[in-house]
């Protein structure tokens, strides 16, 4: 079940609310109108944003102003990701 934060550009940016056990380090997930099982994957670290994959093939530019955007509001990202799952552990490299 996702759990969307914000719409941007048209692009649903969320968690999955039952992510699989051990919890993966903080992430969102984005993907254009709505959440999808196969969608652009980008974690969320203590120094930015890494793209993990672009499964809903966002065009480049588009990609690069949600990178953008998710990186300028990570700290919300991560309170909420807090919130929802009671940890924030970070992919480190």
Do not use: C
Request: glycine residues 4%; positive net charge.
């Amino acid at each position: 079940m996702p759990k969307a934060l914000v719409d941007f550009l048209g692009y649903a940016i969320y968690f999955w609310l039952n992510e699989s056990e051990p919890l993966e380090p903080v992430h969102v997930h984005v993907s254009k109108g709505r959440p999808t099982p196969n969608a652009t994957k980008i974690w969320v670290t203590r120094n930015g944003v890494r793209l993990e994959h672009n499964n809903s093939q966002i065009p480049r530019n588009e990609l690069k102003e949600l990178l953008n955007f998710i990186n300028e509001n990570k700290n919300t990202i991560i309170v909420e990701w807090a919130t929802r799952f009671g940890r924030t552990d970070f992919k480190e490299k």
